[in-house]
């Protein structure tokens, strides 16, 4: 018998399952309740019954805190088996850089928020910053690439790539010279750096 059937510690046959995080933790969601199961243990969550008859997007990042979205409603963040509401943002994807940073889509752009505010105990929304990509676009889907780049699916911009400017050209241009070609670069002792250009 190569299937076996496996038996939910639920009373509500509705429950859907939704989600399977990282350390194989399988959520269940229906109209009586958020509950995740794992190692046979059923934790609930409180979350507003305006929202339960959806099922929110989920996404667990390194620090083991899971955010759960429910679209224009509301957002969450669990962490150490509390629900902290995250308001405000109509969130359609999330996704985690190399350095812990979370980024998150919605219907008007892309978000990230720095790896030290995603552990917070309380999030400091003054640092979390909007990237802008042009016109303002839904973005539907984010994935991040093994270069700090993080990639941007949208709904009329196309396929975006972020990525780090990994190097900054300065030239004539900016010490307004007629000179491009740079001989002496100094720094002194209170920080500045001294450019000479030949023959200026």
């Known amino acids: 018998n190569l299937f076996e059937k496996f038996e939910l510690p639920t009373d509500n046959p509705e429950s859907v399952i939704y989600y399977c995080d990282r350390e194989g933790g399988i959520w269940l969601s229906d109209k009586s309740g958020l509950r995740r199961i794992f190692q046979g243990n059923v934790h609930y969550f409180e979350i507003p019954p305006r ?3 959806f099922n929110p997007l989920i996404y667990d990042d390194r620090f083991g805190n899971y955010w759960l979205s429910y679209g224009r409603f509301d957002t969450y963040r669990i962490k150490n ?3 902290q509401h995250f308001s405000g943002y ?3 994807a999330f996704e985690e850089d190399l350095e812990g940073n979370l980024w998150f889509g919605n ?3 892309v978000y990230k928020i720095p790896a030290d505010e995603v552990n917070a105990e309380k999030i400091d929304r003054s640092k979390i910053s909007k990237i802008e990509i042009g016109n303002n676009d839904r973005i539907g889907s984010l994935l991040a690439d093994r270069e700090s ?3 941007l699916g949208t709904q009329q911009l196309g396929l975006l790539q972020l990525s780090k400017q990994a190097v900054r050209v300065f030239s004539k241009a900016d010490w307004k010279t007629e000179n491009d070609n740079v001989y002496p670069i100094l720094e002194d002792k209170s920080g500045n750096v001294w450019v000479g250009t030949w023959a200026n």
């Open 51 to 53: 929202n339960l008859q």
């Open 81 to 83: 088996k509390e629900v």
């Open 90 to 92: 109509d969130i359609w």
């Open 107 to 109: 219907v008007d752009g």
């Open 149 to 151: 780049g993080i990639w």
